[in-house]
């Protein structure tokens, strides 16, 4: 039976004490829960006992997102195996199955871009994307690649050298585009290629993200020999030019080469701060650096970090993909574990080595140094948000750094398509799994009439309603700084350190009257960004704050203005071309869309069909004197 939202095990000591008693010392996997019976965490441990403990010990230094993690688990499930190498396999198998929230150490959906292959469809997409979000599980997803512009040319260059689709659309609905003329597609759009052959097709482009450039050369060798003996020399040559496009290919890859090419092998390393580790992942096939990885994690023990991080990696790829040999930076706790299970996954022997000298030990040596390269260009990044936070609560007189800014805008023409965006940088940097839209519902804006300043009004009240609507929780939003420490509680998730408006003192003064009325004018700090001056205005004052436009608190304002206007007006587009796109017979109430095109394959346009008589509509298939009527009465009010 489902639960309940109950209250967390955090604050009921007893019912945790209890639980724990019931969970035994030994190998297995456990399943944390929250209130609505959702599988938020999964883990493994040799004593399972004393690994769930330690995240309800007091004085324990848990990072922000186990912290948050641990503070929602109501209950907590176990299932206790033999060997620690079961539990290892278990918990990679649960994890695959149930994506929990918070089994996410590797921070790579953002910074770094995966390659994409659905082969949930009939004729896969290949496409670039920095979110990796499984959409089915027979999807795949190769990476994160460190050189997004390597990997972007990389694919040009394989839709060059085989026939892919090009496109994610058909650009016609009853021929094929100039791509299937030149060669660059097969017809996918008008099936001029079965998806067996295309698959097939497809599977040797995955072969090189995967570092197994050699095969697909050998299987187009044999082709283009096979071709050759039966006398069909133009199939053979265009053979031959993909191969000669795949050897370029494999050149142009070159960056490293180790004289053993027999064995396949991994190197990684890293190299962390107080805050951060970033970890690079060198992929070495037939003695050649075929692909680099990278990845960023919460900085920890430096042998914990890479086990997981490669546990965490090689649940995710093909069993063809995971190496004979990998190398690492320093010996792992669970090293044995690790290999045994890679080596039932791969279903051949994988060897993990932390060498000490030699050819191995100066490739995890540059491995190390990339990494390092790679955390010092994070730190400077850092360190300029920070510069930016410091100059902004210096510059707006606020009583701490601006963890959360949440900055709005309006997007329209004359009134139509009205919306609305809400950005939000956590730390000066975009957090874009909290960006939203807002479809404008005001009866007073409409195309042809526009209101900025009541539209950022329905917005902020949207925004806010929930608190506004628990005035006991008043006493919550209070600064943090007029309180004591000893009765500070904690504040929402979400409650935003600064709120941004886009405009002037106009826009400001319409969202300062909504959070008056809502009583949380004083728990808000609200400003507006001008934008032909970059001016600050504050509440209440009619001139502006004196800045410069390029000190780094300005400039940090100027990011979040321009992200939520580059957001509202990528929605305001979508929505104006669905309207654009949106027939008048979607309004006529039945009317289906095997109906509206049976009538358009009959009248051959919507301005036919609306001087057409009832008669006329009826004698269309499928369309009843009884929709008829109701059709010739919507054109004929």
Not at 121 to 134: G, H
Not at 414 to 442: C, E, M, T, W
Not at 520 to 536: D, F, H, P, W
């Amino acid at each position: 039976m489902p639960l309940t939202k109950t209250q967390p095990l955090a604050k009921d000591r007893e019912r945790l004490e209890n639980r724990l008693k019931e969970i035994p010392p030994e190998p297995g996997v456990y399943i944390m829960r929250d209130g609505s019976d959702n599988r938020i965490y999964i883990g493994k441990s040799k004593k399972l006992r004393s690994r769930v403990r330690s995240y309800f010990q007091k004085g324990q230094a848990l990072s922000p997102r186990i912290a948050l993690m641990v503070s929602q688990v109501c209950e907590i499930e176990f299932i206790v195996t033999d060997t620690e190498a079961e539990a290892l396999a278990l918990e990679a198998n649960l994890i695959k199955e149930h994506q929990p929230n918070f089994n996410v150490l590797l921070k790579d959906d953002k910074k770094y871009p995966f390659l994409c292959i659905t082969w949930s469809e009939k004729y896969p997409r290949i496409f670039i994307t920095r979110k990796r979000q499984l959409r089915h599980s027979k999807d795949r997803y190769y990476g994160p690649y460190v050189d997004s512009g390597q990997l972007r040319n990389t694919l040009q260059q394989l839709k060059r050298i085989f026939p892919l689709r090009q496109r994610p659309q058909p650009l016609y609905k009853d021929r094929p585009c100039l791509n299937y003329d030149i060669g660059r597609c097969p017809g996918v759009c008008q099936g001029l290629i079965t998806p067996e052959e295309y698959r097939q097709t497809v599977e040797k482009v995955a072969m090189v993200f995967q570092g197994r450039i050699a095969e697909p050369i050998a299987m187009l060798t044999k082709q283009m020999e096979k071709a050759a003996e039966v006398l069909n020399f133009e199939q053979a040559a265009r053979i031959r030019d993909r191969i000669a496009g795949l050897k370029a290919l494999a050149g142009s890859e070159q960056k490293v080469s180790l004289p053993d090419d027999t064995i396949s092998r991994d190197a990684i390393a890293l190299a962390s701060s107080e805050q951060y580790a970033c970890i690079q992942l060198f992929q070495m096939r037939a003695g050649q650096l075929v692909g680099r990885l990278g990845f960023v994690a919460e900085a920890a023990d430096t042998g914990e970090i890479l086990q997981r991080v490669l546990e965490e990696h090689y649940q995710n790829v093909e069993p063809v993909e995971i190496p004979a040999e990998i190398i690492v930076q320093q010996e792992l706790p669970e090293a044995e574990i690790l290999a045994d299970w890679l080596s039932s996954h791969k279903g051949r022997k994988v060897t993990i080595v932390a060498p000490q000298r030699q050819s191995k030990a100066e490739l995890i040596a540059m491995v190390e140094r990339n990494a390092e390269y790679e955390l010092a260009r994070m730190q400077r990044a850092s360190d300029r948000n920070a510069k930016a936070m410091q100059d902004l609560a210096e510059l707006l007189d606020l009583p701490e750094l601006p963890h959360r800014i949440e900055c709005y805008d309006i997007s329209h023409i004359q009134g139509s398509d009205a919306v609305a965006s809400r950005v939000v940088f956590i730390d000066g940097l975009p957090a874009k799994q909290h960006y939203r839209h807002y479809k404008i519902k005001n009866p007073e804006v409409y195309a042809g009439h526009s209101d900025d300043f009541a539209s950022l009004a329905e917005v902020i009240g949207r925004r806010f309603r929930e608190y506004a609507a628990n005035p006991e929780d008043g006493e919550n939003l209070e600064p943090e700084s007029a309180k004591p420490e000893s009765a500070k509680p904690s504040r929402p998730q979400d409650w935003p350190d600064l709120v941004v408006i886009d405009g002037g003192k106009g826009q400001l003064s319409a969202v300062v009257e909504v959070l008056q009325e809502m009583n949380l004018m004083e728990n808000l700090r609200t400003v507006s960004l001008a934008k032909q001056r970059e001016e600050i205005f504050l509440p209440g004052e009619s001139l502006p704050v004196p800045s410069d436009a390029e000190q780094p608190g300005v400039q940090l304002l100027r990011r979040c203005r321009d992200e939520a206007h580059r957001f509202a007006v990528s929605f305001h587009r979508q929505k104006r071309t669905q309207r654009m796109r949106r027939s008048r017979l979607d309004d006529i109430p039945g009317l289906g869309h095997e109906r509206q095109k049976q009538l358009l394959a009959h009248f051959r346009s919507v301005d036919y069909i609306a001087i057409a008589t009832p008669e006329q509509l009826a004698e269309v298939p499928g369309i009843g004197p009884s929709l008829a009527g109701e059709i010739y009465a919507y054109f004929h009010p």
